[in-house]
Nanobody, 127 residues
Framework: VQLVESGGGSVQAGDSLRLSCAVS????????MGWFRQAPGMDRDFVAA????????YYANSLKGRITISRDNSKNTVYLQMDSLKPEDTAVYYC?????????????????????WGQGTLVTVSS
């Protein structure tokens, strides 16, 4: 299974970005998908997750209202729309995948719950 992120870059505070993560190697719709981010010297933090069908979404409380996770199962891709970006959003953003299992939705906030990871895409927000 391969996950490839794209869409990162350098932006100004207040700008928007949409990150994409293309998945290959297995049926995309089998996976619960998540986004995490990691700033230098910091832990890898949960950003958002989405169920297999896209019908359920989960967000970090601190980011609600500024981010939207979505997926297109016909394109094997998950997206993260980020609006009103702030300098503190600067980080490497990773997408992650895990096959759905019982109680997964109680564990999606923990990066250790995911089995597959992309290489990350850097987002830099300047003031």
């Amino acid at each position: 299974v391969q996950l490839v992120e794209s869409g990162g870059g350098s932006v100004q505070a207040g700008d928007s970005l949409r990150l994409s993560c293309a998945v290959s190697g297995r049926s995309f719709s089998d996976f619960v998908m998540g986004w995490f981010r990691q700033a230098p010297g910091m832990d890898r933090d949960f950003v958002a997750a989405i169920s297999r069908s896209g019908g359920r979404t989960y967000y970090a409380n601190s980011l609600k209202g500024r981010i939207t996770i979505s997926r297109d199962n016909s394109k094997n891709t998950v997206y993260l729309q980020m609006d009103s970006l702030k300098p503190e959003d600067t980080a490497v953003y990773y997408c992650a995948a895990v096959l759905e299992y019982t109680n997964i939705y109680t564990r999606i906030y923990n990066h250790r719950s995911y089995d597959y990871w992309g290489q990350g895409t850097l987002v830099t927000v300047s003031s």
